[in-house]
Protein backbone atom coordinates (compact mmCIF):
# COMPACT_ATOMS: atom_id res chain seq x y z
CA UNK A 1 0.00 0.00 0.00
CA UNK A 2 1.15 3.33 -1.20
CA UNK A 3 2.01 5.92 1.65
CA UNK A 4 0.17 8.47 1.95
CA UNK A 5 1.36 12.05 2.00
CA UNK A 6 0.21 12.41 5.51
CA UNK A 7 2.28 9.95 6.70
CA UNK A 8 5.25 11.76 6.07
CA UNK A 9 4.21 15.21 7.46
CA UNK A 10 6.68 15.88 10.34
CA UNK A 11 4.26 17.83 13.27
CA UNK A 12 4.90 19.54 16.41
CA UNK A 13 2.28 20.35 18.62
CA UNK A 14 2.91 23.29 21.20
CA UNK A 15 0.50 25.00 23.50
CA UNK A 16 -0.26 28.28 22.34
CA UNK A 17 -2.88 30.22 24.72
CA UNK A 18 -6.04 29.22 26.50
CA UNK A 19 -7.93 26.15 24.07
CA UNK A 20 -5.05 26.85 21.68
CA UNK A 21 -2.61 24.90 19.92
CA UNK A 22 0.09 26.26 17.91
CA UNK A 23 1.46 23.22 14.95
CA UNK A 24 4.52 23.70 12.90
CA UNK A 25 4.52 21.61 9.99
CA UNK A 26 7.55 20.57 7.88
CA UNK A 27 7.66 18.60 4.88
CA UNK A 28 11.29 17.39 4.41
CA UNK A 29 12.90 17.84 1.16
CA UNK A 30 12.73 14.76 -0.22
CA UNK A 31 9.28 14.36 0.52
CA UNK A 32 8.86 18.21 -1.23
CA UNK A 33 10.82 17.41 -3.89
CA UNK A 34 9.20 14.15 -4.83
CA UNK A 35 6.02 15.56 -4.27
CA UNK A 36 6.65 17.92 -7.07
CA UNK A 37 8.13 15.50 -9.51
CA UNK A 38 4.68 14.35 -9.33
CA UNK A 39 2.57 17.78 -10.07
CA UNK A 40 5.24 18.14 -12.66
CA UNK A 41 5.17 15.33 -14.10
CA UNK A 42 1.33 15.73 -14.41
CA UNK A 43 1.15 19.02 -15.52
CA UNK A 44 3.65 18.23 -18.05
CA UNK A 45 1.82 15.73 -19.46
CA UNK A 46 -0.90 17.73 -20.10
CA UNK A 47 0.45 21.14 -20.86
CA UNK A 48 0.11 22.63 -24.31
CA UNK A 49 3.81 24.18 -25.06
CA UNK A 50 4.47 25.85 -28.13
CA UNK A 51 6.63 23.65 -30.59
CA UNK A 52 6.26 20.45 -28.56
CA UNK A 53 3.40 17.83 -29.08
CA UNK A 54 0.71 17.85 -25.71
CA UNK A 55 3.30 15.82 -23.35
CA UNK A 56 6.39 15.81 -25.52
CA UNK A 57 8.07 19.27 -23.72
CA UNK A 58 10.55 18.99 -21.63
CA UNK A 59 10.48 18.89 -18.30
CA UNK A 60 12.32 22.14 -17.43
CA UNK A 61 10.49 23.98 -19.26
CA UNK A 62 6.91 22.76 -17.93
CA UNK A 63 8.19 23.61 -14.51
CA UNK A 64 9.43 27.29 -15.29
CA UNK A 65 6.37 28.31 -17.07
CA UNK A 66 3.91 26.68 -14.69
CA UNK A 67 5.63 27.42 -11.38
CA UNK A 68 2.81 29.24 -10.25
CA UNK A 69 0.46 26.74 -10.92
CA UNK A 70 3.13 23.98 -9.79
CA UNK A 71 3.47 25.81 -6.30
CA UNK A 72 -0.48 26.71 -5.87
CA UNK A 73 -0.55 23.14 -6.14
CA UNK A 74 2.13 21.43 -4.18
CA UNK A 75 0.57 24.12 -1.27
CA UNK A 76 -2.43 22.26 -1.67
CA UNK A 77 -1.28 19.04 -0.90
CA UNK A 78 0.88 19.70 1.51
CA UNK A 79 -1.79 21.80 3.44
CA UNK A 80 -4.23 19.07 3.15
CA UNK A 81 -2.13 16.68 4.32
CA UNK A 82 -1.61 18.49 7.52
CA UNK A 83 -5.03 18.88 7.99
CA UNK A 84 -5.59 15.54 7.25
CA UNK A 85 -2.60 14.51 10.17
CA UNK A 86 -3.79 17.13 12.68
CA UNK A 87 -7.58 15.80 12.56
CA UNK A 88 -6.20 12.42 12.59
CA UNK A 89 -4.96 12.74 16.58
CA UNK A 90 -7.36 11.53 18.46
CA UNK A 91 -5.63 13.43 21.74
CA UNK A 92 -7.29 16.57 20.55
CA UNK A 93 -11.02 17.93 20.02
CA UNK A 94 -10.39 20.42 17.04
CA UNK A 95 -13.04 23.00 16.90
CA UNK A 96 -11.41 25.07 14.28
CA UNK A 97 -7.95 25.45 12.36
CA UNK A 98 -6.22 28.48 10.80
CA UNK A 99 -2.88 29.64 8.62
CA UNK A 100 -1.03 31.14 11.04
CA UNK A 101 2.54 31.63 9.22
CA UNK A 102 3.25 30.62 5.38
CA UNK A 103 6.51 30.09 3.78
CA UNK A 104 7.82 30.57 0.10
CA UNK A 105 7.93 26.81 -1.63
CA UNK A 106 11.56 26.71 -2.90
CA UNK A 107 12.06 23.49 -5.23
CA UNK A 108 14.33 20.94 -3.53
CA UNK A 109 14.22 22.42 -0.07
CA UNK A 110 12.75 21.57 3.11
CA UNK A 111 9.12 23.42 3.29
CA UNK A 112 7.41 24.68 6.37
CA UNK A 113 4.69 26.46 7.94
CA UNK A 114 2.41 27.07 10.66
CA UNK A 115 -0.70 26.68 11.89
CA UNK A 116 -2.97 27.56 14.94
CA UNK A 117 -5.88 25.26 16.30
CA UNK A 118 -8.70 26.05 18.69
CA UNK A 119 -9.47 22.95 20.63
CA UNK A 120 -12.39 22.27 23.28
CA UNK A 121 -11.85 22.82 26.79
CA UNK A 122 -12.04 20.65 29.48
CA UNK A 123 -15.34 20.04 30.58
CA UNK A 124 -17.37 18.33 33.61
CA UNK A 125 -21.01 18.19 32.46
CA UNK A 126 -21.88 16.23 36.14
CA UNK A 127 -24.93 13.92 35.86
CA UNK A 128 -26.20 15.03 33.09
CA UNK A 129 -28.59 11.92 32.68
CA UNK A 130 -30.43 12.49 35.73
CA UNK A 131 -31.70 15.91 35.69
CA UNK A 132 -35.43 16.29 36.10
CA UNK A 133 -37.62 19.50 36.14
CA UNK A 134 -40.94 20.45 36.72
CA UNK A 135 -42.91 22.97 34.37
CA UNK A 136 -46.18 24.11 34.99
CA UNK A 137 -48.99 24.05 31.33
CA UNK A 138 -50.41 27.88 31.57
CA UNK A 139 -54.53 26.78 31.89
CA UNK A 140 -56.42 28.31 29.31
CA UNK A 141 -58.95 30.08 30.35
CA UNK A 142 -62.52 31.05 29.02
CA UNK A 143 -61.48 34.47 29.17
CA UNK A 144 -58.89 34.02 26.42
CA UNK A 145 -60.73 31.75 23.98
CA UNK A 146 -63.34 35.22 23.94
CA UNK A 147 -60.49 37.54 23.20
CA UNK A 148 -59.34 35.28 20.35
CA UNK A 149 -62.89 35.24 19.10
CA UNK A 150 -63.19 38.86 19.30
CA UNK A 151 -59.67 38.76 17.49
CA UNK A 152 -61.52 36.87 14.87
CA UNK A 153 -64.64 39.10 14.68
CA UNK A 154 -62.61 41.89 14.29
CA UNK A 155 -60.30 40.22 11.72
CA UNK A 156 -62.57 39.01 9.23
CA UNK A 157 -65.00 42.07 9.66
CA UNK A 158 -65.53 44.19 6.94
CA UNK A 159 -65.44 48.26 6.62
CA UNK A 160 -68.53 50.32 6.16
CA UNK A 161 -68.74 54.03 5.91
CA UNK A 162 -70.06 56.07 9.36
CA UNK A 163 -70.71 58.84 10.22
CA UNK A 164 -69.12 61.49 13.14
CA UNK A 165 -65.57 61.86 13.67
CA UNK A 166 -62.80 58.96 12.79
CA UNK A 167 -61.59 57.03 15.49
CA UNK A 168 -58.50 54.97 16.01
CA UNK A 169 -58.27 51.95 13.32
CA UNK A 170 -60.84 53.43 11.12
CA UNK A 171 -60.03 54.14 7.49
CA UNK A 172 -60.23 57.39 5.83
CA UNK A 173 -60.86 58.21 2.32
CA UNK A 174 -58.60 61.85 1.59
CA UNK A 175 -56.97 63.73 -1.21
CA UNK A 176 -53.46 64.82 0.71
CA UNK A 177 -51.10 67.36 -0.43
CA UNK A 178 -47.68 67.57 1.40
CA UNK A 179 -44.99 70.87 0.78
CA UNK A 180 -42.70 68.43 -0.43
CA UNK A 181 -40.56 69.92 -3.40
CA UNK A 182 -40.35 66.11 -5.92
CA UNK A 183 -37.18 65.85 -7.86
CA UNK A 184 -37.82 65.39 -11.45
CA UNK A 185 -37.02 61.46 -11.24
CA UNK A 186 -39.18 60.90 -8.40
CA UNK A 187 -40.49 57.21 -8.27
CA UNK A 188 -43.92 56.46 -8.12
CA UNK A 189 -43.99 55.46 -4.78
CA UNK A 190 -42.27 58.67 -3.50
CA UNK A 191 -45.02 60.57 -5.58
CA UNK A 192 -47.49 58.96 -4.09
CA UNK A 193 -46.20 59.74 -0.49
CA UNK A 194 -46.15 63.46 -0.97
CA UNK A 195 -49.83 63.55 -3.04
CA UNK A 196 -52.51 61.60 -3.60
CA UNK A 197 -56.66 61.67 -4.85
CA UNK A 198 -58.93 59.40 -3.19
CA UNK A 199 -56.65 57.20 -0.96
CA UNK A 200 -56.90 55.55 1.93
CA UNK A 201 -55.16 56.53 4.93
CA UNK A 202 -55.32 53.89 8.16
CA UNK A 203 -55.66 55.12 11.60
CA UNK A 204 -53.55 52.24 12.53
CA UNK A 205 -49.58 51.25 12.77
CA UNK A 206 -47.89 50.87 10.88
CA UNK A 207 -48.54 54.78 9.71
CA UNK A 208 -48.15 55.67 6.41
CA UNK A 209 -47.87 58.72 7.24
CA UNK A 210 -46.15 59.72 10.14
CA UNK A 211 -48.27 61.43 12.81
CA UNK A 212 -51.17 60.86 10.65
CA UNK A 213 -52.93 58.29 13.64
CA UNK A 214 -52.89 61.65 16.38
CA UNK A 215 -53.54 64.41 14.07
CA UNK A 216 -56.87 62.56 12.10
CA UNK A 217 -58.05 61.06 14.87
CA UNK A 218 -61.75 62.86 15.58
CA UNK A 219 -61.27 64.59 11.79
CA UNK A 220 -64.68 64.62 10.10
CA UNK A 221 -65.94 64.44 6.50
CA UNK A 222 -65.97 67.42 4.16
CA UNK A 223 -63.33 69.05 6.43
CA UNK A 224 -59.55 70.08 5.70
CA UNK A 225 -56.87 69.37 8.29
CA UNK A 226 -52.90 70.31 8.25
CA UNK A 227 -50.34 68.39 10.08
CA UNK A 228 -46.45 67.80 10.36
CA UNK A 229 -45.19 64.73 9.55
CA UNK A 230 -41.77 63.96 10.86
CA UNK A 231 -40.60 61.09 8.64
CA UNK A 232 -37.40 58.84 10.34
CA UNK A 233 -34.12 58.87 9.64
CA UNK A 234 -34.21 55.56 8.67
CA UNK A 235 -37.33 55.85 6.55
CA UNK A 236 -37.67 53.54 3.29
CA UNK A 237 -37.83 56.71 1.04
CA UNK A 238 -33.94 57.91 0.90
CA UNK A 239 -35.13 61.46 -0.21
CA UNK A 240 -38.00 61.92 2.79
CA UNK A 241 -35.71 60.48 5.41
CA UNK A 242 -35.47 62.54 8.29
CA UNK A 243 -37.27 65.20 6.97
CA UNK A 244 -40.38 67.00 8.16
CA UNK A 245 -43.34 67.50 5.90
CA UNK A 246 -46.05 69.83 6.24
CA UNK A 247 -49.67 67.42 4.90
CA UNK A 248 -53.18 69.27 3.77
CA UNK A 249 -55.69 66.42 4.14
CA UNK A 250 -59.17 66.38 2.91
CA UNK A 251 -61.25 63.83 4.61
CA UNK A 252 -64.21 62.30 1.95
CA UNK A 253 -65.36 59.17 3.72
CA UNK A 254 -65.02 57.55 7.13
CA UNK A 255 -64.90 54.12 7.34
CA UNK A 256 -64.86 51.61 10.02
CA UNK A 257 -64.58 47.77 10.42
CA UNK A 258 -67.62 46.54 11.46
CA UNK A 259 -66.99 43.05 13.75
CA UNK A 260 -69.24 40.05 12.85
CA UNK A 261 -72.25 38.43 14.35
CA UNK A 262 -71.74 34.92 15.39
CA UNK A 263 -73.92 33.50 12.50
CA UNK A 264 -71.26 35.62 9.98
CA UNK A 265 -67.97 33.96 12.12
CA UNK A 266 -69.29 30.85 11.92
CA UNK A 267 -69.75 30.90 8.32
CA UNK A 268 -66.69 32.95 7.76
CA UNK A 269 -64.64 30.29 9.54
CA UNK A 270 -66.26 27.26 8.14
CA UNK A 271 -66.83 26.19 11.61
CA UNK A 272 -70.09 23.84 12.41
CA UNK A 273 -71.39 26.02 15.77
CA UNK A 274 -70.13 28.57 18.11
CA UNK A 275 -69.43 25.78 20.34
CA UNK A 276 -66.82 23.71 17.72
CA UNK A 277 -65.33 26.86 17.10
CA UNK A 278 -64.42 27.62 20.70
CA UNK A 279 -63.56 24.07 21.02
CA UNK A 280 -60.98 24.69 18.21
CA UNK A 281 -59.37 27.74 19.88
CA UNK A 282 -59.32 26.16 22.76
CA UNK A 283 -57.35 23.37 21.39
CA UNK A 284 -55.07 25.56 19.31
CA UNK A 285 -54.36 27.42 22.48
CA UNK A 286 -53.66 24.00 24.47
CA UNK A 287 -51.08 23.68 21.99
CA UNK A 288 -49.61 26.89 21.81
CA UNK A 289 -49.31 26.20 26.15
CA UNK A 290 -47.81 23.05 25.66
CA UNK A 291 -45.42 24.34 22.97
CA UNK A 292 -44.06 26.84 25.53
CA UNK A 293 -43.95 24.68 28.33
CA UNK A 294 -41.25 22.71 26.29
CA UNK A 295 -39.62 25.75 25.49
CA UNK A 296 -39.72 26.61 29.04
CA UNK A 297 -38.60 23.50 29.83
CA UNK A 298 -35.65 22.77 28.08
CA UNK A 299 -34.51 26.71 29.19
CA UNK A 300 -35.22 24.71 33.15
CA UNK A 301 -32.84 21.62 31.61
CA UNK A 302 -29.92 24.24 30.49
CA UNK A 303 -29.83 26.03 33.39
CA UNK A 304 -28.88 23.16 35.76
CA UNK A 305 -26.28 21.58 33.21
CA UNK A 306 -25.40 24.63 33.28
CA UNK A 307 -24.66 25.76 37.04
CA UNK A 308 -23.54 22.10 37.49
CA UNK A 309 -20.97 22.51 34.68
CA UNK A 310 -18.86 24.85 36.22
CA UNK A 311 -16.64 27.04 35.25
CA UNK A 312 -14.30 25.98 32.19
CA UNK A 313 -12.22 28.42 29.54
CA UNK A 314 -13.71 29.74 26.69
CA UNK A 315 -11.68 29.90 23.44
CA UNK A 316 -11.05 33.44 22.66
CA UNK A 317 -11.35 33.03 19.04
CA UNK A 318 -15.14 31.77 19.44
CA UNK A 319 -15.90 34.51 21.59
CA UNK A 320 -14.37 37.17 19.44
CA UNK A 321 -16.25 35.35 16.39
CA UNK A 322 -19.65 35.49 18.42
CA UNK A 323 -19.22 39.29 19.11
CA UNK A 324 -18.75 39.99 15.49
CA UNK A 325 -21.62 37.89 14.85
CA UNK A 326 -23.64 40.32 17.01
CA UNK A 327 -22.10 43.11 16.25
CA UNK A 328 -23.43 42.91 13.46
CA UNK A 329 -26.78 42.34 13.51
CA UNK A 330 -26.90 45.19 16.16
CA UNK A 331 -25.23 47.54 13.29
CA UNK A 332 -27.86 46.10 10.95
CA UNK A 333 -30.31 47.14 13.24
CA UNK A 334 -28.89 50.52 13.98
CA UNK A 335 -27.06 51.85 11.14
CA UNK A 336 -29.37 53.13 8.14
CA UNK A 337 -27.36 56.13 6.77
CA UNK A 338 -23.50 56.84 6.78
CA UNK A 339 -24.34 59.40 9.62
CA UNK A 340 -24.99 56.06 11.55
CA UNK A 341 -22.49 54.15 10.60
CA UNK A 342 -19.95 56.74 11.66
CA UNK A 343 -21.79 57.13 15.20
CA UNK A 344 -21.40 53.32 15.45
CA UNK A 345 -18.17 53.33 14.63
CA UNK A 346 -17.38 55.95 17.53
CA UNK A 347 -19.49 54.17 20.30
CA UNK A 348 -18.02 50.70 19.35
CA UNK A 349 -16.49 49.82 22.46
CA UNK A 350 -19.71 50.79 23.87
CA UNK A 351 -21.57 48.23 21.92
CA UNK A 352 -18.69 45.88 22.14
CA UNK A 353 -19.64 45.84 26.29
CA UNK A 354 -23.08 45.28 25.83
CA UNK A 355 -23.08 42.33 24.06
CA UNK A 356 -19.97 40.68 25.41
CA UNK A 357 -22.11 38.53 28.06
CA UNK A 358 -24.64 37.25 25.59
CA UNK A 359 -21.71 35.95 23.18
CA UNK A 360 -19.78 34.51 26.00
CA UNK A 361 -22.90 32.91 26.96
CA UNK A 362 -24.08 31.58 23.75
CA UNK A 363 -19.91 29.95 23.61
CA UNK A 364 -20.68 28.45 27.04
CA UNK A 365 -23.54 26.73 25.78
CA UNK A 366 -22.45 25.68 22.44
CA UNK A 367 -19.69 23.90 24.13
CA UNK A 368 -21.63 22.47 26.70
CA UNK A 369 -24.30 20.79 24.58
CA UNK A 370 -21.73 20.01 21.96
CA UNK A 371 -19.57 18.09 24.96
CA UNK A 372 -22.82 16.04 25.72
CA UNK A 373 -23.56 15.44 21.83
CA UNK A 374 -19.99 13.91 21.83
CA UNK A 375 -20.57 11.64 24.90
CA UNK A 376 -23.82 10.27 23.64
CA UNK A 377 -22.70 9.99 19.85
CA UNK A 378 -25.09 12.48 18.35
CA UNK A 379 -24.45 13.17 14.91
CA UNK A 380 -26.78 14.94 12.09
CA UNK A 381 -27.42 12.91 8.67
CA UNK A 382 -27.47 14.83 5.10
CA UNK A 383 -31.25 14.04 5.33
CA UNK A 384 -31.48 16.01 8.33
CA UNK A 385 -29.30 18.69 7.39
CA UNK A 386 -31.29 18.86 4.22
CA UNK A 387 -34.49 19.61 5.82
CA UNK A 388 -33.30 22.47 7.64
CA UNK A 389 -31.77 23.97 4.69
CA UNK A 390 -35.49 23.18 3.16
CA UNK A 391 -37.20 25.02 6.04
CA UNK A 392 -34.24 28.21 6.19
CA UNK A 393 -34.70 28.78 2.34
CA UNK A 394 -37.92 29.43 2.34
CA UNK A 395 -37.81 31.83 5.23
CA UNK A 396 -35.33 33.60 3.10
CA UNK A 397 -36.78 33.24 -0.34
CA UNK A 398 -34.38 30.92 -1.94
CA UNK A 399 -33.64 27.44 -2.81
CA UNK A 400 -32.39 25.14 -0.63
CA UNK A 401 -29.61 24.41 -2.89
CA UNK A 402 -28.60 27.93 -3.56
CA UNK A 403 -28.56 28.45 0.58
CA UNK A 404 -26.76 25.51 0.70
CA UNK A 405 -24.05 26.62 -1.76
CA UNK A 406 -23.64 29.85 -0.10
CA UNK A 407 -22.99 28.13 3.49
CA UNK A 408 -20.19 25.91 2.19
CA UNK A 409 -18.81 28.99 0.52
CA UNK A 410 -18.85 31.19 4.18
CA UNK A 411 -17.92 28.42 5.64
CA UNK A 412 -20.42 28.41 7.82
CA UNK A 413 -22.31 24.74 6.83
CA UNK A 414 -20.53 22.98 9.15
CA UNK A 415 -21.89 25.40 12.44
CA UNK A 416 -25.50 24.65 10.89
CA UNK A 417 -24.76 20.73 11.46
CA UNK A 418 -23.26 21.42 15.02
CA UNK A 419 -26.37 24.02 15.72
CA UNK A 420 -28.67 21.16 14.94
CA UNK A 421 -26.78 18.65 16.72
CA UNK A 422 -26.74 21.33 19.97
CA UNK A 423 -30.43 21.48 19.70
CA UNK A 424 -31.10 17.67 19.40
CA UNK A 425 -28.54 17.00 22.25
CA UNK A 426 -31.23 19.73 24.19
CA UNK A 427 -34.57 17.67 23.55
CA UNK A 428 -32.82 14.81 24.23
CA UNK A 429 -32.22 15.41 27.70
CA UNK A 430 -35.35 17.46 27.82
CA UNK A 431 -37.28 14.15 26.71
CA UNK A 432 -35.29 12.40 30.01
CA UNK A 433 -35.50 15.35 32.63
CA UNK A 434 -39.79 15.27 31.88
CA UNK A 435 -40.72 12.29 31.74
Same mark, same amino acid.
Given at each position: MAKKLSDSIVLEIKDGGVCTKEFAVKIEAETAKNEQNKVVSYIAGVASMPGFRPGKAPIGMVAKKYAAEINEELRNRFVGAAVEKIEANEELDLLSLRFKEFGEIKAGEEFTFTMEGV???????????? @?????? !???????????? %?? !???????????????????? !????????? $?????????? %??????? +??? $????????????????? +????????? +??? #???? #??????????????? +????? *???? &????????????TGSKDMETLRDNI &????? @??????? &? &?? *????? $??? %??????? $?????????????? %????????????? *?????????????? #??????????VRRALLLRKIAKLENITVDDVELNEQLVMMSRYYGCKPRELRDMLEKSGSIDELRMDIINGKTLEKLTDSAIN
Open positions: VAPEINPGDYKN @LKVEVP !MDAVEDKAIEER %LD !MYRAMYGTYADVEGAAQAED !MLKVDYKGD $FELPEDASAS %LKRQIEA +TDA $FMWLNEPENIPGCIKAM +TGAEIGKEY +TFD #AEYP #ADYREAALAGKKISY +TVKVS *AIQR &RKKLEDAELIER &RKGLE @LDAKNQQ &R &RN *ASEAV $FAK %LNEQAGE $FDLPEALVENEIQK %LLQQKASEIVKSD *ADAEKFKAELADHR #AAVDTDAKAA
